[in-house]
């Protein structure tokens, strides 16, 4: 039996992906099951390690751990390493490997939503590994324009630097309007209760010449961005396509098995 995890904190337990993955591994045909693992932020370390020691066959990695377990990686995918942050690890065996399937998941999903990034201009809001992989792509799409808008300026900099990106003060959104035609939500953040004075600001914010608004998060029944894309007029999406694309991609590092995204969509709307 292979056995896959996915490493976070508590957050962990609250995720869709255990169910999502173990009933594509059922109809895979595979012997497998995919658990997860709640892990202190001092012992993100001795975890990755263990990957290997526990013969886990490989790995998700989401928030708050993206970028704290590189160090303890053998080596990592050309765009891991350009993005500065891995969500997949393959065990190799001989070496542990991070890779980032986030960048592909969201061209993925941009592309479902059939939206054309290149040439248009995108608003990124957080600072987290998600963040840097959206950056990433949408430098490599060809977006024109792309504004990075975090808490911390001095961080919100220096990853804006890297993909040529414009930093702007979160708290500014609401000051002018930005005219911007895809907003991104990478922060973990999607209802008032959630974030309320993230909600406020949003609340205040006018995203002009928005056509698609994008919220990583999914699974929400209450949603600040689903209410700045009615306010815009715009369209809206969840990160339900894109948490399907990018673990399809890291199901296939895994295993070698293509299996289409739509399943691993359908075996996530059935287990919610």
């Known amino acids: 039996m292979k056995v896959f995890c996915i490493l976070s904190d508590e957050r962990a337990f609250r995720s869709g992906s255990p169910a999502m993955h173990n009933a ?3 109809s895979a045909g595979i012997d497998g099951v995919y ?16 990957l290997r020691a526990l013969n886990i066959a490989g790995a998700n990695v989401t928030v708050p751990y993206k970028e704290l377990v590189i160090p303890h990686l053998d080596a990592l995918t050309e765009e891991a390493e350009g993005v500065g942050a891995v969500n997949t690890i393959i065990n190799r065996g001989d ?3 991070g890779a980032n399937t986030d960048t592909g998941g969201f061209r993925d999903a941009l592309e479902d939503a059939n939206f054309i990034a290149a040439g248009k201009s995108a608003l990124v809001v957080g600072t987290g590994g998600a963040s840097k992989a959206v950056l990433y792509a949408l430098a490599r799409i060809g977006a024109a324009r792309i504004l990075l808008a975090g808490r911390d ?3 919100t900099r220096n990853m804006a630097q890297g993909p040529g990106a414009v930093a702007m003060p979160l708290e500014s959104l609401p000051d002018t309007p930005v005219p911007v035609h895809l907003v991104v939500n990478a922060t973990t953040v999607s209802s008032a209760s959630e974030g309320p004075a993230l909600a406020d600001l949003v609340g205040r914010f006018q995203a002009q010449d928005c056509e698609l608004v994008l919220d990583l998060n999914y699974g929400r029944t209450e949603n ?11 369209r809206f999406m969840d990160g339900l396509p894109m948490l399907a ?3 399809r991609r890291s199901f296939e590092l895994w295993t070698g098995v293509h299996v289409e995204a739509k399943v691993f969509m359908k075996a996530m709307q059935e287990s919610s």
């Not at 658990?35 to 263990?50: C, L, M, Q, T």
């Not at 689903?226 to 007029?233: E, I, K, V, Y």
């Open 24 to 26: 594509v591994l059922k």
């Open 35 to 50: 658990v997860p693992f709640a892990v202190e932020p001092e012992r993100v370390g001795d975890a990755v390690r263990g």
């Open 95 to 97: 070496a542990l490997v």
């Open 153 to 155: 300026l001095d961080k």
């Open 224 to 234: 600040i961005w689903q209410g700045l894309a009615d306010t815009a007029s715009a």
């Open 245 to 247: 694309h990018q673990a």
